[in-house]
C-alpha cells in the first residue's frame, strides 16, 4: 500500500504525448474493436504493447473519458506497487541459499518504499518502461527459483514479452541466460517452448497486416539504423514535454565528436561498437560520461522540462542506487565463490546489468532507459538489508564496499555533470561535424 500511494505524489498527467499517446491509442483501439496498427503505431512497436494498458482503457471506456488520467495513474501504482514490494524483495533474495523463500519484511519495506519512490515518476504516463523491465526481471526469477516446468515455460513467455515491448532488453536478457545455462541448463531449455508461444502474436500481426514471416515489428531495422547515426558522438536524448519548445534535446562532446567527423555513419549498434573500439581509449571516458548522464534523472522522468542535469536529491538518489547496488553485486560475487550455483545467478543478475549498460552507451536513449540499470542497483542494495534491524560493527568487507559506492557514486555524478554541459539547441540531432564545432 505504502509504494502504492508513493506514485500519487506526481498527480495525474496534463496529456499524454509522444509514446505515451501511442502506447495508450493501441489500447483504445483494441477497446473500440478499432485496428490498432496506427493508433498504436505497429510498425515500430511489438504488438504486445497493447496490451500493456487493455484494462484502464476498458474502464476508460466504460465509465468515460474524463476519467482516462485517473485509470493510467491507478493502474501504473498498481503494478509498480507490486514490483517495488513484490517483484524486487524477491529478486533480491536469489543471493541467498534459499531463492524461493519468501523475503525478510525489512528488505520489503525497503524496496517499497525505495523502490515506489524512484519509479513513481512513470506513474502518470502510459509507457511500457516499468513492464518491459518487470516481465524481463519476473522471467529471470523463473529461471532461477522456479521448480516445474511450467514454471520455466511462463519464465521464458515473460522474457520474450519484454523484448517484444522493449526490443532494447534483449542484451540484458541474452547475456543472462547465456551465463544461467550454466547452472541451470534444464530451466533455459524448459523455456523454450515459452519464448516461442511468445512471439506468435508478433509474428500472426505481421503475416496478416505485411505478409511477412517475422518475429520484429516491420520497421525495427530501418529505425534501428536511424538511432544507431548518432549514437557513436552524442550523449543523451531527452523528451522534452509540457514546455514551449520542440521535444528533442541532445547533448554531445565537441572535443569527441572532432575525432568522428571523418568516419562513415553507423547504421546498426555493430557500428557503434566498431566507432567505440576504433577511438580507445578516449572513447571509454566518452562512454562513462554517456551513461552517467542517463543516471541524472529529474523529478520530471521520465519525461524532462528542461535542458541539463536532474533535480540534485533525485540524481544524486538514482546514481547513489545504481552504484551502490552493482558494488553489491559483485560482493555477493566474491562471497558465493564456494557457492557455484550461487555464483552462477549472481553472475547472471551482473550480466544481466551489463546487457542494459551497453544498450545504453551504444545507442541513442533516453534518460528512462537507464531503468534496468536502476532497478538491478535497487535489487543489490535491498540484498544487502539485513533479515532483523540489528546493528553491530560492520566487517572489514563492509567498509570497503561502502567506501567502493561512495567512490562510485561521486564519480558518476560529476561525470553526468560534465556530459551535460554541451546541451545543443532543441530539435533533431546534427551530425559530428556540426557537433564539434559547438
Not at 176 to 203: D, N, W, Y
Not at 269 to 281: D, I
Not at 374 to 389: E, H, K, N, R, Y
Request: glycine fraction near 8%; include cysteine; aromatic fraction near 10%.
Amino acid at each position: 500500500m505504502a509504494a502504492f500511494l508513493i506514485a500519487g505524489i506526481h498527480g495525474t498527467a496534463p496529456e499524454f504525448v509522444y509514446d505515451a499517446a501511442q502506447y495508450w491509442g493501441g489500447a483504445v483501439a483494441l477497446v473500440a474493436g478499432e485496428s490498432p496498427v496506427l493508433p498504436g503505431s505497429l510498425p515500430t512497436r511489438g504488438v504486445l504493447t497493447t496490451l500493456v494498458y487493455l484494462v484502464p482503457a476498458l474502464v476508460t471506456a466504460a465509465i468515460g473519458p474524463s476519467s482516462t488520467v485517473w485509470t493510467v495513474l491507478v493502474w501504473n501504482a498498481a503494478v509498480g506497487a507490486v514490483v517495488a514490494a513484490v517483484l524486487l524483495p524477491r529478486l533480491a533474495g536469489v543471493f541467498s541459499s534459499d531463492p524461493s523463500a519468501p523475503p525478510p519484511a525489512l528488505r520489503v519495506w525497503v524496496s517499497a518504499l525505495l523502490g515506489g519512490f524512484l519509479i513513481s515518476g512513470f506513474a502518470p504516463f502510459p509507457l511500457v518502461d516499468i513492464s518491459s523491465v518487470a516481465l524481463a526481471l519476473a522471467g529471470f526469477y523463473g529461471l532461477v527459483a522456479g521448480r516445474r516446468w511450467w514454471a520455466f515455460c511462463l519464465a521464458g513467455l515473460a522474457l520474450t514479452a519484454a523484448v517484444n515491448l522493449r526490443p532494447g532488453m534483449i542484451a540484458p536478457i541474452l547475456l543472462a541466460i547465456g551465463v544461467l545455462l550454466i547452472a541451470h541448463p534444464r530451466a533455459v531449455a524448459l523455456a523454450v517452448p515459452g519464448v516461442l508461444v511468445g512471439f506468435l502474436p508478433q509474428v500472426m500481426l505481421n503475416v496478416r497486416v505485411w505478409a511477412q514471416w517475422s518475429p520484429v515489428p516491420p520497421e525495427t531495422i530501418p529505425l534501428s539504423s536511424v538511432q544507431a547515426g548518432p549514437a557513436p558522438y552524442t550523449l543523451r536524448y531527452d523528451t522534452v514535454a509540457f514546455a514551449d519548445q520542440r521535444p528533442q534535446q541532445w547533448y554531445c562532446d565537441p572535443a569527441y565528436a572532432a575525432q568522428l567527423v571523418s568516419d562513415p555513419v553507423s547504421h546498426n549498434q555493430f557500428g557503434v561498437v566498431a566507432s567505440a573500439f576504433q577511438h580507445l581509449p578516449d572513447s571509454l571516458w566518452f562512454m562513462t560520461r554517456k551513461a552517467a548522464a542517463n543516471l541524472h534523472w529529474s523529478f520530471a522522468t521520465p519525461y524532462e522540462n528542461s535542458p541539463g542535469e536532474g533535480s540534485l536529491v533525485m540524481a544524486l538518489l538514482v546514481i547513489a542506487v545504481s552504484a551502490f547496488g552493482v558494488v553489491a553485486l559483485v560482493r555477493a560475487a566474491i562471497r558465493a565463490r564456494s557457492d557455484r550455483r550461487r555464483l552462477v545467478t549472481t553472475l547472471a543478475m551482473i550480466g544481466f546489468w551489463s546487457g542494459a549498460l551497453g544498450t545504453l552507451i551504444f545507442s541513442t536513449p533516453e534518460t528512462r532507459f537507464a531503468l534496468p540499470l536502476v532497478l538491478v542497483g535497487l535489487i543489490g542494495v535491498v540484498a544487502t538489508v539485513p533479515a532483523t534491524a540489528r546493528f553491530s560493527a560492520p566487517s572489514r568487507g563492509t567498509v570497503v564496499a561502502v567506501a567502493c559506492g561512495l567512490v562510485l557514486t561521486v564519480a558518476l555524478f560529476l561525470a553526468g555533470v560534465e556530459a551535460l554541459t554541451h546541451a545543443l539547441p532543441p530539435g533533431p540531432v546534427i551530425d559530428a561535424a556540426d557537433c564539434a564545432t559547438r
